[in-house]
């Protein structure tokens, strides 16, 4: 499914059969692939600086079928997963020290390479992962950038006990798992009136579940938004506790409209995620079998895409729709 204008529909096509992985690379059978709300910003024009033509998808999980030259981490037939980051340098200031999530010249799965709204992909092993053997391949895409953006954003919680989740979808249903794991309280914050979300989130296990403009029955030690609306920060702040902190977990957001002072003071931080490094992915794909997070998934072939688009676009998924190939969709 192929993105020729941004914004624009995604067209079925077919293209010619990749290329012989390069050095590092693998190529990769594509055997499932999530839809993420990223997805949305680069076919809606939202992200600007997409490869065009452009393959969408970066929650890939698929079989290695070649390697290049120099790739020794996995043998063919075995079990990958390919996330958004796609590439980094290693030498600049960010890579050095450890925040490759930052690296000035990083490329992206489904952005600047093509990505997994296809039969087959082709990833840098280096940037490819082991997915938990308990999971089914459809069942394992969220986590490779919903679980993994959670989890980042949840890490920068820090010890916060009530825990705001803003926009409760694909991200929001895993971090939630994992903070209740960690023994947290969860409050889930939906779209006024959405009583299946609502519905959805106490029965993971949340206490509270309302609408993003009420106050929770007790003030937040931390919230974490993942809906791209800015006016859900203020509200966030106004719902978090001295000392507290909103994290603004998604790659792009509507602008935050002005608010007090009063709001920020007494010590209340605002910050914000930014892709993830690959010891994000080791640290939770080691974590999420160990919880085990149950992911909530709604299959789809992969001619779907405009449509589980769509469904994403208008709040209509419950967890997250995964894009399903022909030839992984016949062995089903």
């Not at 600007?48 to 999980?61: A, D, Q, R, S, Y």
């Amino acid at each position: 499914m192929v993105l020729a204008a941004s914004p624009g529909r995604l067209v079925e096509t077919e293209l010619p059969e990749p290329l012989p992985p390069g050095a590092h690379q693998l190529l990769i059978r594509v055997n499932a692939c999530a839809v993420c709300r990223t997805d949305l910003h680069v076919v809606d024009g939202e992200l600007t600086e997409p490869k065009l033509p452009l393959v969408p998808g970066h929650e890939i999980v698929g079989i290695v079928a070649a390697r290049g030259a120099s790739a020794d981490r996995f043998a063919v037939g075995d079990r990958v997963g390919v996330p958004w980051l796609g590439w980094t340098c290693g030498v600049c200031r960010f890579c050095r020290s450890g925040r490759e999530n930052l690296c000035l010249w990083a490329r992206f799965t489904g952005y600047q390479i093509d990505g997994g709204y296809a039969e087959y992909a082709v990833a840098d092993e280096r940037f490819c992962f082991a997915l938990p053997s308990s999971y089914g391949d459809a069942e394992a895409a969220p986590l490779l950038c919903a679980g993994l953006i959670g989890y980042r954003a949840l890490r920068f919680a820090g010890e916060a006990r009530r825990i705001g989740l803003y926009g409760f979808g694909a991200a929001a249903h895993i971090v939630a798992q994992v903070a209740l794991h960690q023994g947290r309280e969860v409050f889930a914050f939906t779209r006024a009136g959405d009583k299946e979300a609502q519905d959805f989130a106490r029965g993971l296990g949340a206490v509270w579940a309302g609408a993003s403009e009420e106050m929770p029955p007790e003030p937040l030690d931390a919230a974490l938004i993942f809906a791209p609306v800015g006016s859900l920060v203020p509200a966030a702040l106004r719902a978090t506790e001295r000392g507290g902190t909103v994290v603004c977990a998604g790659i792009h957001m509507s602008d935050i409209p002005s608010f007090p002072y009063s709001a920020l003071w007494e010590e209340r931080t605002i910050r914000s995620v930014a892709n993830l490094t690959r010891r994000d992915a080791e640290e939770f794909l080691a974590l999420a079998g160990k919880v085990p997070i149950a992911t909530t998934v709604r299959r789809r072939p992969l001619a779907e895409a405009n449509q589980a688009l769509d469904a994403l676009r208008s709040g209509a998924v419950q967890g997250a729709e995964v894009l399903i190939p022909r030839q992984a969709h016949a062995s089903l």
